[in-house]
């Protein structure tokens, strides 16, 4: 059974940077494609970026595209999520989730398609 375990969330200021980490047990790359989701106070869950490394794929959301990079370290089975120049609209509760390897895409990543997500952790963006 998959298990994912996010790390590195935090307070910081707007225009500064975090690293999410996404340790995943028994996970198989070839089998799934594994990124991130965020959901604010009061807002659906939407998908930020996934990354399917058996379909070549990679997939932002408009509204981090140049500011958020998803990367893998398949040597230690975690994914991360480098951001820079956060925003107090990228406050949020982060998952990690991973879905099936041919859904890396807009509107494929999507919250219903989600095999395994992650307990979440929180960034704040302040002012």
């Known amino acids: 059974e998959v298990q994912l375990v996010e790390s590195g969330g935090g307070l910081v200021q707007a225009g500064g940077s975090l690293r999410l980490s996404c340790a995943a047990s028994e996970f198989s790359y070839g089998d799934n494609a594994i990124g991130w989701f965020r959901q604010a106070p009061g807002k659906e869950r939407e998908g930020v970026a996934c990354?399917?490394?058996?379909?070549?794929?990679?997939y932002y959301v408009d509204a981090v595209k140049g500011r958020f990079t998803i990367s893998s370290d398949n040597a230690k089975s975690t994914i991360y999520l480098q951001m820079n120049n956060l925003k107090p609209e990228d406050t949020a509760v982060y998952y990690c989730?991973?879905?099936?390897?041919?859904?890396?895409?807009?509107?494929?990543?999507?919250?219903?398609?989600?095999?395994?997500w992650g307990q979440g952790t929180q960034v704040t963006v302040s002012s």
């Open positions: 990354w399917s490394s058996s379909y070549g794929s990679t």
């Open positions: 989730a991973t879905t099936a390897p041919f859904l890396c895409f807009p509107g494929g990543y999507h919250p219903g398609a989600v095999r395994v």
